[in-house]
């Protein structure tokens, strides 16, 4: 009885710290802001795919597009919705949503359709750059063929292609064109400066039209570019190497920069910048890597979540993104209340105490087999020794 029960005291600890381990790690994998989901809304179909997403005080904006050039493609749509998850406007769109953005005063997008001229012959046509409230009522739309748009305060800046080249257009709230540039690839503001990226160059507006300076960054083609309101500039470029996200000083001076194979997108607050590259990167303003979700990526770190687009709540509570499908998913980022911010002590698991607890159950798990296997091996020495005895018996009486 001794054996069994020491072989059962050994199995029941395995069995209680097996458990706290499992608890424990669901508890680290509710701080993940891709694993922990609040909840989620699926509102479209494999044809249509989330072309950007904002914060507007308590509501979420989100414009969706589609992905297919059929006769019958659907149109593409504007939904607001609230904190918990209902829609309160839900505004039809063009078929395409080609850029979008959105501040507390407005929501702008460029929108186009399709114009068939014959069976197999297309054009994009009409396109319009279109201005919403942020209840989702339409101010004013222009035809404008609008490829990049940024809008703060009561600025509204956007690109458009046009026969010869390109455009730049600057709006104020109600529509009224302020000033113009004859170039222009991809534009940001912030409301007080406008910046302009072209073949290499970043040329930055006062929100006048006034000139302030041109800055010669890395050399790539810039893909996207945001402004923060203190003056910092965050670009991505592309080349054949791959992409590179740099961080620049309102005096467009160098900060830091990180290279990644792929930027599918990246959202700015106050005190971060988050990266989509397959997996999730956090840093500070400094370019420290706070956190990152690679760990749960070890045999193959450049295949993650298709995480789409993404934003972050203006509190820094909650991360949103977009997926196909359509699904639209937010997530806790950073739970303050309880003073649990995730910085460099609790980047993985490895350093916030599981990976000792998997070392603890790995030597009490060889420790319980190697029990199991020795109070078994006692109980055959003894069940032998019995059995030499009552064989001797036996002997002795014949």
């Known amino acids: 009885m001794g054996s069994v029960k020491k072989r059962w005291i050994a199995n029941f600890v395995l069995l209680l710290l097996a458990l706290y381990t499992a608890n424990y790690a669901e508890l680290i994998s509710e701080k993940d802001p891709v694993l922990n989901t609040l909840w989620r809304l699926d509102f479209g179909n494999f044809e249509e795919n989330i072309a950007g997403i904002k914060f507007i005080e308590s509501r979420i904006v989100i414009a969706t597009s589609h992905n297919d050039i059929e006769r019958d493609a659907k149109n ?20 395409f949503v080609a850029s979008f953005d959105a501040s507390q005063r407005i929501i702008a997008l460029g929108t186009a359709d399709l114009k068939w001229l014959n069976e197999s012959t297309f054009t994009f046509s009409p396109f319009y750059l279109v201005v919403y409230s942020p209840n989702g009522s339409e101010l004013w739309r222009r035809e404008f063929n609008a490829t990049s748009v940024s809008t703060a305060n009561d600025l509204v800046v956007v690109r458009g292609y046009i026969k010869n080249g390109s455009i730049v257009k600057v709006f104020d709230i109600n529509g009224n064109d302020l000033w113009s540039l004859n170039f222009g690839e991809k534009v940001a503001t912030n409301g007080k400066i406008v910046v302009v990226a072209e073949k290499g160059k970043i040329y930055f507006f006062s929100r006048d039209a006034e000139l302030i300076k041109i800055v010669e960054p890395w050399k790539g083609i810039v893909d996207r570019m945001r402004l923060t309101d203190d003056g910092k500039l965050v670009v991505v470029f592309y080349s054949r190497e791959g992409q590179f996200l740099g961080v620049y000083d309102k005096n467009g001076d160098f900060l830091w920069g990180k290279t990644f194979l ?5 959202a700015i607050s106050q005190n971060y910048l988050i990266v989509c590259d397959a997996a999730l990167h956090i840093f500070d303003w400094s370019g420290r890597e706070v956190w990152n979700d690679t760990m749960y990526y070890l045999l193959y770190p450049e295949i993650g979540i298709a995480l789409g687009k993404i934003a972050l709540s203006p509190d820094e509570r909650f991360i949103t993104y977009g997926d ?24 993985i698991p490895i350093n916030n105490g599981l990976f000792w607890r998997i070392v603890i159950i790995s030597g009490v798990g060889w420790l319980v087999v190697w029990i199991n296997l020795w109070e078994r091996k006692k109980e055959r020495e003894k069940a032998r020794k019995r059995y030499e005895e009552i064989k001797a018996t036996f002997e002795d009486r014949s």
């Open 324 to 347: 196909a499908g359509v699904g639209f998913i937010i997530n806790p980022l950073f739970d303050k209340d309880k003073d649990e911010i995730l910085d460099e002590n609790d980047t």
């Open 76 to 95: 593409a749509h504007l939904i607001i919705i609230d904190e918990k998850g209902n829609v309160l406007r839900n505004v039809t769109l063009l078929r």
């Open 262 to 266: 792929h930027v599918e997108d990246f």
